[in-house]
């Protein structure tokens, strides 16, 4: 159980930690504890976790798996109420936070208030257009040059003079797939086409 | 052909698909990736083939790999590229963006040849004396630049939307023509010679265009 928690908030907090781990130096999101910030803490927190649980694992023995109740000490059973005292009051700060469903938490948290005239509930994650995609709202597909509309007549700036063609010929190289650029050096008068993966070096008759 | 580097795309810095690529200057020449990861060549006729092995499927012996690594961007963030192109006056690589299925935006980005760092972004916009016009609801966005070249201070942009070849002045940041290329389908490239633009197609031939 230690693990699976662990697990899903090493997930959580790199996900934050993702977002803005990559930011300027002394820029982040919310406070920053011993020079680095919250997120960050607890995807330190949940890791070691996750290393004294396999740390822990690794000295059961099996006489350490007999049934047997045990009774908790004092110590441990005022870690087990203080831990509970937190869960609960991050319930409760979440709800008031961002209220019941249908409302939504906002992507940057609200000052919290025990008040209830300064806690402002959510729905703008439901106004349309509501972007749903697997790899999520950014997933910007890769670009397709067959895919575009090739008449001029359809252009955002309408009808537009023509160039005069002065020539149009197929370059004399054997390319080993669709070329993908075109480039000319005056320096050496050669031309450089590009594929997938390879590059053409050609002289000034694309041969 | 004079050669013919195959770069093994997938070792180190993911190159994707080589959208652009562009002659640079101390005989180098840089290859771009649509994801604006780059390469940067020197043809050798005396490399070290062994050496090289790590880097190019073929022609490991005529060319040596000098840098490869990924431009970083701002306004064109989360938007793929599909052209190249080098300004020797200020010694700089230019790249544009094309519109994706989240967002139109055309982002010209200038990287300074010395640390290939990001040293410029704009999205152009029309010159008062060019006399073109926007449609309703319509945007610069939606051409889909697939080749560039720079000359005389004028950035040549080839959009295989349209099939339209954009003017950008490079100082005023506008664009200062626009004209429509006849027969032209599905550009994937342009280049400088001389007075002349070459503007190369997917199928493999060439359009030959006067300058502007």
New interface residues.
């Given amino acids: 159980m230690a693990m699976l928690i662990a697990g899903y908030g090493m997930l959580m907090s790199l996900r934050h930690v993702g977002m803005h781990g990559a930011r300027d130096v002394g820029q982040g999101f919310s406070l920053e504890i011993m020079g680095a910030h919250t997120y960050t803490w607890a995807l330190f927190s949940y890791w070691v976790c996750v290393l004294a649980t396999g740390a822990l694992l690794l000295l059961v023995r099996p006489a350490h798996l007999a049934i047997e109740v045990r009774t908790l000490n004092m110590l441990e059973r005022v870690t087990g109420w203080v831990f509970v005292v937190v869960v609960g009051g991050n319930i409760v700060q979440a709800f008031a936070s961002t209220g019941p469903p249908p409302f939504m938490g906002q992507s940057d948290p609200i000052r919290f208030s025990f008040n209830p005239r300064h806690w402002h509930w959510s729905l703008e994650e439901w106004r349309p257009p509501i972007k749903v995609a697997f790899r999520g709202?950014?997933?910007?597909?890769?670009?397709d040059?067959?895919a575009?509309?090739?008449?001029?007549a359809?252009?955002?700036?309408?009808t537009?003079?023509?160039?005069?063609?002065?020539?149009?010929?197929?370059?004399g190289?054997s390319?080993?797939g669709?070329?993908?650029?075109?480039?000319?050096?005056?320096?050496?008068d050669?031309?450089?086409?590009?594929?997938?993966?390879?590059?053409?070096?050609?002289?000034a008759s694309?041969? | 052909?004079?050669?013919?580097?195959?770069?093994?795309?997938g070792f180190s810095v993911d190159?994707g698909?080589?959208?652009?690529?562009?002659?640079l200057d101390k005989g180098e020449?840089i290859?771009v990736g649509?994801n604006k990861s780059y390469v940067v060549?020197k043809?050798n006729d005396k490399a070290n083939a062994d050496s090289n092995f790590r880097y190019f499927?073929?022609s490991r012996d005529q060319f040596d790999e000098v840098a490869r690594s990924r431009f970083g961007t701002v306004r064109a963030r989360?938007?793929?590229i599909?052209?190249?192109a080098?300004d020797a006056a200020s010694n700089s690589i230019y790249t544009i963006t094309?519109p994706?299925?989240?967002v139109k935006r055309m982002v010209v980005s200038r990287f300074d040849r010395r640390d290939m760092v990001l040293s410029e972004e704009l999205v152009p916009t029309l010159a008062r004396s060019a006399g073109?016009?926007?449609?309703e609801d319509?945007?610069?966005g939606?051409?889909?630049i697939?080749?560039a070249?720079v000359g005389d201070g004028q950035l040549y942009a080839i959009?295989?939307?349209?099939?339209?070849?954009l003017t950008l002045d490079l100082a005023t940041h506008r664009i200062v023509a626009?004209?429509?290329?006849?027969?032209?389908?599905?550009p994937?490239?342009?280049?400088?010679?001389?007075s002349?633009l070459?503007?190369?197609g997917?199928?493999?031939?060439?359009?030959?265009?006067?300058r502007?």
């Fill in positions: 709202r950014w997933a910007v597909r890769k670009p040059v067959t575009a509309i090739p008449d001029p359809t252009g955002p700036l309408g537009l003079p023509a160039l005069a063609v002065k020539g149009r010929k197929p370059i190289l390319l080993d669709p070329p993908t650029d075109l480039a000319y050096d005056a320096a050496t050669r031309f450089l086409i590009t594929i997938d993966a390879g590059i053409y070096l050609a002289d694309l041969a | 052909m004079k050669s013919h580097p195959i770069i093994d795309v190159l698909r080589f959208a652009g690529a562009v002659f020449l290859a649509e060549l043809p499927r073929e989360m938007l793929y599909m052209s190249a080098y094309v994706s299925n989240v073109l016009t926007l449609g319509r945007s610069l939606e051409y889909m697939t080749g070249a959009s295989a939307a349209h099939s339209t070849l626009a004209h429509v290329v006849p027969g032209l389908r599905n994937v490239g342009l280049a400088a010679r001389g002349d070459y503007l190369l997917a199928d493999g031939t060439v359009t030959v265009v006067a502007p």
